[in-house]
């Protein structure tokens, strides 16, 4: 039997993070994968959330069936409720492992994961499991952010001590928050055939008034009262008065006419 180190999620599932979640849809954050959609199609979506980009992907399989799984029972709620509110009548939700899914070997034709591997502390395995019940000819489609990718402008020293130690969390949760870079490496190593492969990346850029706000808005939030403050707490590596000197810094970066962001990402389409 093999013994794991249990994943903690950096996260959590404060509003603040929800908030992030909800925005999520399939052209924004797995447009890569769009191309391989097809009606009729039986989709998994592992680590689904929320659920707006299961809704978005049940619409584009339709009749197909698409099953969203997540390990947190409470925000497969809102998950359920936002399919209800959609009307998609083709997509169920379920709590579910993504080293242990609850299916068949063989059951879909696409298996998705959006911003998963990276709190993994076995993504590898995770891949196999996703491979496992992914049909021969099917696709698994998985994509995750970079942050030591992630850049912005106007500089600022607050937004790198953020950085930093979002790093040093991740580091002591045992997770990979570079985990963008290291997609093409995990899915090889799973034993995914290399000549069905495809590689790629991708960016979510906030620049617009708008945008900046929400962005920096919801990070100062997450620096205070997420479970990513909680845990930085948690492991000795930052105090409050610390976590608030970060949100200030977002507060402050957020109000620059200058300010712009970006998040690059590591995608692969892995064919079975």
Known sequence: MTTRTPDVYTHGHHESVLRSHRWRTAENSAGYLLPALAPGQRVLDVGCGPGTV???????????EV???????KVLEAAVEHAQEAGADNVTFQVGDAYALDFPDDSFDVV??????????????ALREMRRVTRPGGVVAVRDADYAAMTWYPEHH???EWQALYHEVTEANGAEADAGRRLLSWV???GFDPAGIAPGAGVWCYATPEDRAWWAGLWADRCVASNFAVQAMAHKLADEVGLELLADAW????????GWFAV???????RV
């Open 112 to 125: 998705h994961a959006h911003q998963v591997l990276q709190h993994l502390t076995d993504p590898v395995a």
């Open 264 to 270: 690059p990402h590591g995608e692969v389409l892995a």
């Open 251 to 258: 507060r402050e970066w957020g109000q620059s006419l200058d």
């Open 188 to 190: 090889r190593d799973a």
């Open 67 to 73: 099953i969203g799984v997540d390990r947190s029972a």
């Open 158 to 160: 607050g937004l790198d």
């Open 54 to 64: 299961t809704v978005d992907l049940a619409s584009r399989v339709a009749p197909g």
